[in-house]
């Protein structure tokens, strides 16, 4: 069982550059996130997809963009990064239901400088 | 809204002493509490969750909470502490019911020493 994966698995960026994290489930949920980790601070959700075809903001999605492509992808877009977008990234999946758990990818170290 | 409050950023245990890792939560309505930790560069895994059944909630690799609503409080405990327990671990709250947007605490890094 894949589970959620990410990629790419690290990435270094120079500022004003883009680029697209990809993510994949196959435990075939409805509900689908973005969150950043920064030390200190905890998870922080930047997008999330709450069923396919639909996405909403979090609590820090200035500079992201997403598309929930299908049931089972959801990318995030960074158009032009920024040092402050440093950071490990995380996508999530689980069921839309609450109290079910949530299912995290390995993350993907970010660097832009 | 929803929040966590991780009372400590680090807790430091001797290996076969109790583990003690404390957490509040706040919220508008009835809440989904969990637990989840995360090894060095690992993803996250949930160890336990509550959701309005017991308030005494067992997890993976002996932990437990206990959910005290008159404390708003969410406490993960262990009896012994092993070394491999040694990582981060995060408290998150999500509504209830509703959408399961989950809101994450700050982290506990937990150091275990032999």
Not at chain 1, 40 to 54: D, P
Not at chain 2, 96 to 113: E, W, Y
Request: charged share 15%; net charge positive.
């Amino acid at each position: 069982n894949a589970g959620v994966t990410q990629t790419p698995k690290f990435q270094v960026l120079k500022t004003g550059q883009s680029m697209t994290l990809q993510c994949a489930q196959d435990m075939n949920h409805n509900s689908m996130y973005w969150y950043r980790q920064d030390p200190g601070m905890g998870l922080r959700l930047i997008y999330y997809s709450a069923s396919e075809g639909t996405t909403d903001k979090g609590e820090v999605p200035n500079g992201y963009n997403v598309s929930r492509l299908n049931k089972r992808e959801f990318s995030l877009r960074l158009e032009s990064a920024a040092p402050s977008q440093t950071s490990v990234y995380f996508c999530a999946s689980s069921e839309a239901v609450w109290g079910l758990e949530a299912f995290f990818g390995q993350g993907t170290r970010l660097t832009v400088v | 809204a929803q929040s966590v409050t991780q009372l400590d950023s680090h807790v430091s245990v001797s290996e076969g002493t109790p583990v003690l890792l404390r957490c509040n939560y706040s919220s508008s309505y009835s809440p989904s509490l969990f637990w989840y930790v995360q090894h060095p560069n690992k993803g996250l895994q949930l160890l336990l969750k509550y959701t309005s059944a017991a308030t005494l909630v067992k997890g993976i690799n002996g932990f437990e909470a206990e959910f005290k609503k008159s404390e708003t409080s969410f406490h993960l405990t262990k009896p012994s502490a092993h070394m491999s327990d040694a990582a981060e671990y995060f408290c998150v709250v999500s509504r209830n019911p509703g959408f399961q947007k989950l809101v994450f605490g700050t982290g506990t890094r937990l150091l275990v020493s032999p």
